[in-house]
T-cell receptor, first 112, second 113 residues
Framework: EAGVAQSPRYKIIEKRQSVAFWCNPI?????LYWYQQILGQGPKLLIQ????????DSQLPKDRFSAERLKGVDSTLKIQPAKLEDSAVYLC??????????FGPGTRLTVT | GDSVTQMEGPVTLSEEAFLTINCTYT??????LFWYVQYPGEGLQLLLK?????DKGSNKGFEATYRKETTSFHLEKGSVQVSDSAVYFC????????????FGTGTRLLVSP
C-alpha cells in the first residue's frame, strides 16, 4: 500500500513570494491533515479536512495561508505572501480509522 | 488548552542501556495518548498508543503505560540499539471526535555502539 505522498520535498523562496505544497493521501482515507513543524518544536495542526469539508482550521493564519481538497482526495496548501517565520517542515497526514494518522515525508520550506 | 510536555534532549545512551523518555500531559476529558518516532530523513511513524487509563501500549520493544493519576505516558525500552536513534514525539488526541493531535516538542535519542 502506497503511503502519503508530498511534493516538493524541499523549497527555497524569498519573503513575500508565494508557494504551494501538494499532498496525496493514502487511498480511501477520508481525513486529511496539514501540520507545520518549526525546527525544535513538535508538529502543529494547521487544518483538517473530512472528505471535502474543513473540520478544524483554528490555527491556520488565514490572511496568508489557504488550503483546499478538491474531490476529497488530493490537497494543496498555499502561502501567499511568505514570511521568514514560515520556514518550517509542512507535514501532510491522512487517516481512515480514528487515531491512526499516517504521515508523509514532509516539505521543508526555507524563506530567505 | 491541551498540551504535552516532554523531557528535553538529546538523550545519549550506549547500546543495550535502559531508556526512559518522560512525557506528561494536560487535557480536559479523556485523551488518547501516542508515541511517534521520526528516523533521520523519514516521516513520522506511529510507535505505540493507549486509549484509556492503565492501558499499556507496546511495539518493537518499547512500552508506555497511560497513568491518569499522574497524567503521564513515559516511554521505556529495556535495551536500546543504535538503530533506535531518532526523535521521539509524545502526543495526545482529544476526546471530541475529530482526532486532532497535540504534540510535545520531541526528544532526540542518540545511541552509540
Amino acid at each position: 500500500e502506497a503511503g502519503v505522498a508530498q511534493s516538493p520535498r524541499y523549497k527555497i523562496i524569498e519573503k513575500r513570494q508565494s508557494v504551494a505544497f501538494w499532498c496525496n493521501p493514502i487511498s480511501g482515507h477520508a481525513t486529511l491533515y496539514w501540520y507545520q513543524q518549526i525546527l525544535g518544536q513538535g508538529p502543529k495542526l494547521l487544518i483538517q479536512f473530512q472528505n471535502n469539508g474543513v473540520v478544524d482550521d483554528s490555527q491556520l493564519p488565514k490572511d496568508r495561508f489557504s488550503a483546499e481538497r478538491l474531490k476529497g482526495v488530493d490537497s494543496t496548501l498555499k502561502i501567499q505572501p511568505a514570511k521568514l517565520e514560515d520556514s518550517a517542515v509542512y507535514l501532510c497526514a491522512s487517516s481512515f480509522q480514528a487515531y491512526e494518522q499516517y504521515f508523509g515525508p514532509g516539505t521543508r520550506l526555507t524563506v530567505t | 488548552g491541551d498540551s504535552v510536555t516532554q523531557m528535553e534532549g538529546p538523550v545519549t545512551l550506549s547500546e543495550e542501556a535502559f531508556l526512559t523518555i518522560n512525557c506528561t500531559y494536560t487535557a480536559t476529558g479523556y485523551p488518547s495518548l501516542f508515541w511517534y518516532v521520526q528516523y533521520p530523513g523519514e516521516g513520522l511513524q506511529l510507535l505505540l498508543k493507549a486509549t484509556k487509563a492503565d492501558d499499556k501500549g507496546s511495539n518493537k520493544g518499547f512500552e508506555a503505560t497511560y497513568r491518569k493519576e499522574t497524567t503521564s505516558f513515559h516511554l521505556e525500552k529495556g535495551s536500546v540499539q543504535v538503530s533506535d536513534s531518532a526523535v521521539y514525539f509524545c502526543a495526545l488526541s482529544d476526546s471530541t471526535g475529530f482526532q486532532k493531535l497535540v504534540f510535545g516538542t520531541g526528544t532526540r535519542l542518540l545511541v552509540s555502539p
